[in-house]
Structures are given as C-alpha cells and as structure tokens.
C-alpha cells in the first residue's frame, strides 16, 4: 500500500555553505518566505515540532545526488523518491532493477561518481545524458513519510569512503503541501555534512549546537550503536531518544547484546524492528482473551518459530517477549544447525515447568524487504488437555509447516496481516511522535540478552 503524505514543494534546492554559515542560511530562507516570498510562493516557516540527527554510512543517496538521479534532500531517509531514483539509475547502467541498493548498484554509482567530479552530468556512453530524476518521476512524487510529520530539522550525517578532505554543509528546505492550509506552508529543513568518517567526527562536537533548543531530539542511528564511538556517546547524550533498527545488524546476537548494554546504562533507545513485532504480540495475547482460554495461556510449554534466513533479531526479541511475559527463565542452549539452521532453548516456567523452543530460519527464494521477518509460530503444550494451541502465520509464509505438526490439540490458526508502515521510514515517522523509554521493550530485551548469553557459553 503507498504512503498517503502529501505531495512536497522545494522551497530551497540543497545548496553548499560553510559550515559557519549554516545559521545564518537558514536563517535568511524562513525571513524571505515569512511573508509569502515575492507573492507567486505561499508564505512559509519552520515547523517547531523537533530535531532529528540521522547518521548514515550507507552512501547510495549521496551518489544519486551526485550523479543527478535524486534531487531530494540527502536525509538518509529510503523513502519513495530514493526507490525512484534507484530503479532510474539501474536502468541507465544497465543493471538488474530492483529499487534497492547493493553492492552491484553502490559500485557501478561509485565509479560514475569519481568520473563526474568536476563536470555537469555523465555521458551514458551512446552520446546521451544521463536522465535526471524529477520529484514526480515514476509516479513517485509522494513525500517521504518523514516529511509528512513535519520535522523542524534533520541533520544528516554522511561519512563517505576515501581521503579526509574535510566536511561538505549543504542546506535545503522542503515543504509538504497540506490541502486544509493552502495558504501556508509548515516546513523542513535540512542539514547534510558530508566527509571521510574521521572528518564527520572532528566536527561532533558542534553538532549539539545545531539541534533546536527547547524541543525533542532524536538520533536515528543507522548503524550498530557502540558506546565506545566518541560520535555515538556526544550524541545520544545530547539527544532523548536514541532510534536503531535491528534488521539492518550483521551480526545480529552480538548487536543485541550491545543494545542490551546500552539499555541497561540508561540510555533511552527505540528499536524499529521490535515495532515490526506488534501484529504478532497483539494477535498471540488475542489468542487468549477468550475467557474460556485464558487460563491456558500457563500451560504453553512448547514453542516453534519460523523466519526467514538471515537476521535471527525479530525471532529472538519474539521469544524474549513471550518468556517476559509468561515468566520463563532461559537456563540451556543448543545450535542444531542443519538447513534450518535449528536452535532449542530451554526455559524453566513457574511451578518448575519445563519449556522448549525451537527457533528455525527457513530458506526463502523471495526475500522481502526486512531481513529475518517472522514467517509463523506455533504455541502448544504437553498437556493434551490444555487448550492452548495456537499458530500464527505471515501472508507471504503460509502455515504449511506448523499445520504439519500435526498433534492431539486442535489449533487455532490466524494469519498475520502486514501492514504498510513495515518499512522504516514509515515506523520512524510514527516512533518521532513519541519518545521517551518503553519498559515492554527493555524487560523483553533483558529476556533476549540472557538467551544470546547462554548460546555465548554454549
């Protein structure tokens, strides 16, 4: 399903400054269009809503701007006008177009970037010009669904790969158009710097100084988050929430760990992968709402999870949820391994209740957006009495294998339907409208984390 924020106006196309001048830029753009600018633009200001600080090593956004293909704000943000510009740029390189960035693509962008510097636009090699992305092109002029919440500023840390030659500022302002207010525009500014890692950290220390005062901070940190990067720690010390998603670990058990430690400092952190969880926490609880169920719920004892191949994050922090809750305490760990790559974790339950869990990772020809998503689960118990059967499945997974698992229960069987907002620029456009600590996720966590120690000491 797409977006439905609104259509976007650029009201300052992202310009190069010093970074001395950064304020003074800003500045002089809201005092030009308080007024309605010179009568053919609607009067225009900041929205006071919050900051945002988004760091993000991955460079695909900046090369596409680079190379003409994006003339969006370099936000970090993978929203519709990125994707756009992605499958443009594919196209005009001749690879395989998919919309998302790879190593093939970030290559191929790389090697077209180092040939345009110092020129106008590439030649496509046929005497041609590359095509440039306009904001409506491939029907993808809706707004990222950041803008949308109409953000106050989000500064943009980009590190990029090769020599230090100091920090790149750039400013723009965009301005979502809202039919109830025509004859205004609330609008977001942006701030990009763009260098070499080492020169992105010789710079950290004024980044606090550009973050609105008096209003929410957040960090949005597309990385691992380590206490020890002296960039990570000046900023979420700056800042009230601290904003990670999990899908994109590459070593997803030492990752969680790290997010556990950081948790268990005190600092304040929202996990856009755990909100990926909701559907199925909602639908397990609903599974024994019915009066005539309820009781059941002590009796699980035996739990299956299916998911997809590649980040084991979503089903860890399911399991942590689910022994949170029901007061299971993890004491063994067994790797199977084999095809589905099968781990058994062992809980002790109230009244010394045995509890198994077999968490599987199903090799899938069609891998969606989010790495690691939950295909199905099955909850049970020994006790052939206790009416607590229950499976739940993804649209895409089906139930085949949990039905399968046949059993002297009946189950009840729902399917997980996916919503929209999966992506992250859509659950990042809800998570800045909330901040502060979600005790849910930190006791789910400490679950988590005691789970991924035992398998350490495995």
């Not at 790149?168 to 942006?190: D, F, G, W």
Request: proline share 5%; aromatic share 6%.
């Amino acid at each position: 399903m797409a977006t439905t924020s609104a259509p976007i106006v650029s009201l300052q196309a992202p310009k190069d400054v010093s970074i001395a001048e950064i304020e003074t830029e800003l500045s002089q753009i809201w005092q030009s269009y308080s007024a309605g600018g010179d009568g053919a633009f609607p009067a225009a200001t900041r929205a006071a809503t919050f900051s945002l600080v988004v760091y993000e090593p991955e460079e695909s956004q900046q090369l596409l701007a680079t190379l003409g293909f994006y003339t969006g704000p370099v936000d970090g943000i993978d929203g519709p006008r990125t994707v756009a510009a992605l499958e443009a740029a594919q196209k005009a390189f001749g690879l395989s177009v998919s919309g998302k960035s790879n190593p093939e693509t970030l290559a191929k962008l790389r090697e077209e970037a180092a040939k345009k510097r110092g020129q106008t636009i590439t030649a496509d090699g046929n005497g041609g010009t590359l095509p440039q992305y306009a904001l409506d092109a491939s029907g993808a002029g809706v707004a990222d669904a950041i803008a949308a919440t109409n953000p106050c500023r989000i500064i943009a840390l980009c590190p990029t790969a090769g020599e230090d030659e100091g920090v790149i500022a750039q400013v723009s302002a965009y301005c979502p158009i809202q039919k109830q207010t025509r004859t205004s525009l609330i609008c977001c500014e942006y701030i990009t710097l763009r260098g070499a890692e080492v020169a992105i950290e010789r710079v950290g220390g004024m980044i606090p100084a550009l973050l609105i005062s008096e209003l929410p901070k957040f960090l949005w940190w597309k990385a691992t988050p380590d206490a020890e990067n002296s960039l990570f720690k000046r900023l979420a010390e700056t800042c009230n929430s601290v904003i990670i998603d999990s899908s994109l670990c590459h070593d997803p058990e030492a990752d969680l760990l790290k997010v556990q430690n950081l948790l268990e400092s005190g600092l304040p952190i929202a996990d856009l992968n755990w909100r990926r969880l909701a559907a199925w926490q909602e639908l397990t609880a609903e599974a024994f709402d019915p009066p005539e169920r309820r009781a059941y719920v002590k009796e699980v004892d035996r739990v299956t999870i299916d998911y997809e191949k590649g980040n084991t994050t979503q089903a860890l922090m399911y399991l942590g949820w689910l022994a949170s809750r029901l007061q299971w305490h993890p004491v063994s760990y067994e790797q199977e391994g084999g095809d589905y790559d099968i781990k058994r974790i062992r809980f002790t339950g109230p009244d010394d209740r045995d509890v198994q869990v077999e968490l599987a990772a199903i090799p899938t020809a069609d891998v969606g957006d989010i790495v690691g998503d939950l295909i199905a689960l099955r909850l049970t118990s020994t006790n052939i009495n206790a009416d607590c059967c229950t499976v739940l499945c993804s649209e895409t997974g089906g139930c085949m294998r949990m039905e399968a698992g046949g059993g002297a229960q009946s189950c009840r069987i729902q399917q997980v339907t996916s919503l929209f907002d999966q992506k992250a620029e859509n659950l990042l456009g809800q998570q800045l409208q909330r901040w502060g600590r979600d005790r849910l996720y930190e006791e789910s966590m400490a679950v988590t984390a005691a789970i991924i120690k035992l398998a350490n000491r495995e």
